[in-house]
């Protein structure tokens, strides 16, 4: 099994930065990608940024610019340093690991627990 444990968020005022980090745990060979998406109430979790084991990284527009994501193979682990932060950027932020291959020969995706972020205007 494997565990996906996040840690940062809180409040931000507009402008401002706050960064992410989650740590992949448990029987693990290798990530292929790993990302953090957003969801507030209402509306669909959606992808603020992933990145590929090779370092590839993909960003939608409304983030470009402003966040960054790394990750640490070794470690697995993935930070997203998020700057010039806005008031619509409030949400719940999980962590994301896809396509997992764990060492009893299977592949999965996992989300970790989520951790809040708000931005105050």
């Not at 603020?48 to 590839?56: E, Q």
């Not at 806005?86 to 764990?102: G, L, M």
Request: include cysteine; proline fraction near 2%; charged fraction near 15%.
């Amino acid at each position: 099994q494997v565990q996906l444990v996040e840690s940062g968020g809180g409040l931000a005022q507009a402008g401002g930065s706050l960064s992410l980090s989650c740590a992949a745990s448990g029987s693990i060979v290798s990530i292929n990608i790993m990302g953090w998406y957003r969801q507030v109430p209402g509306k669909q979790r959606e992808l603020v940024a992933r990145i590929f084991s090779g370092g590839t990284t993909d960003y939608p527009g409304s983030v470009e610019g402003r966040f960054t994501i790394s990750r640490n193979n070794a470690k697995n682990t993935v930070t997203l340093q998020m700057n010039s932060l806005k008031p619509e950027d409030t949400a719940v932020y999980f962590c994301n690991a896809q396509r997992v291959w764990s060492t009893d020969g299977t592949l999965n995706d996992y989300w970790g627990q989520g951790t809040q972020v708000t931005v105050s205007a």
